[in-house]
T-cell receptor, first 115, second 112 residues
């Protein structure tokens, strides 16, 4: 299995809602990532988990809360979002840091709309 | 700020022609990677070139790297309509690190 699976594919939520994005991989990767991508812009890193521990938080607002329950799963919990948080949220995984680095495997993303 | 800057921002060519995209970066790198993104979808890893390599091929893709100029190019030969997508270069920000930083991307359109 060489896929990263993200659910849901589309999500519309109100500013007072609580929702979660899910990401799953079965490639044995021990690093997982959340990226945010606005239209016609490159992906921007939000969080990095390495061996199930949060290793990088790119000063993301606390209304975004990541969680890595095990080596295959990555969640992004959303609460009290703003309309400007509407974007494509991408999950990726890779082998951990090392001299051989083969790049990321991305999921198809969750298209989030905050109303 | 983004590590990589790409040009052109948009490129439109006829099917069968070659497409060349360029990427410049700012800091020393361990490797440079190219990704493709179809509209509204996830990114697909195309090719990785290490800092000690100057050129690499994969099918119709040819990537060059000039570390003295801090630049890379992606050439797609004999383009097809299915190559229509956005193409991003990406570099690990820290030597060997997991954190990839993406360039602004080139939107490529192949006209039939």
């Amino acid at each position: 299995d060489t896929e990263v699976t993200q659910t849901p594919k589309h999500l519309v939520m109100g500013m007072t809602n609580k929702k979660s994005l899910k990401c799953e991989q079965h490639m044995g990767h021990r690093a997982m990532y959340w990226y945010k991508q606005k239209a016609k812009k490159p992906p921007e890193l939000m969080f990095v988990y390495s061996y199930e521990k949060l290793s990088i938080n790119e000063s993301v607002p606390s209304r975004f809360s990541p969680e890595c329950p095990n080596s295959s799963l990555l969640n992004l919990h959303l609460h009290a979002l703003q309309p400007e948080d509407s974007a494509l949220y991408l999950c990726a995984s890779s082998q951990p840091t090392g001299p051989i680095f083969y790049g990321y495997t991305f999921g198809s993303g969750t298209r989030l709309t905050v109303v | 700020s983004q590590q990589g800057e790409e040009d052109p921002q948009a490129l439109s060519i006829q099917e069968g022609e070659n497409a060349t995209m360029n990427c410049s970066y700012k800091t020393s790198i361990n490797n440079l990677q190219w990704y493709r993104q179809n509209s509204g979808r996830g990114l697909v890893h195309l090719i990785l070139i290490r800092s000690n390599e100057r050129e690499k091929h994969s099918g119709r893709l040819r990537v060059t790297l000039d570390t003295s100029k801090k630049s890379s190019s992606l050439l797609i030969t004999a383009s097809r309509a299915a190559d229509t997508a956005s193409y991003f270069c990406a570099t690990p920000l820290i030597q060997g690190a997991q954190k990839l930083v993406f360039g602004q991307g080139t939107r490529l359109t192949i006209n039939p």
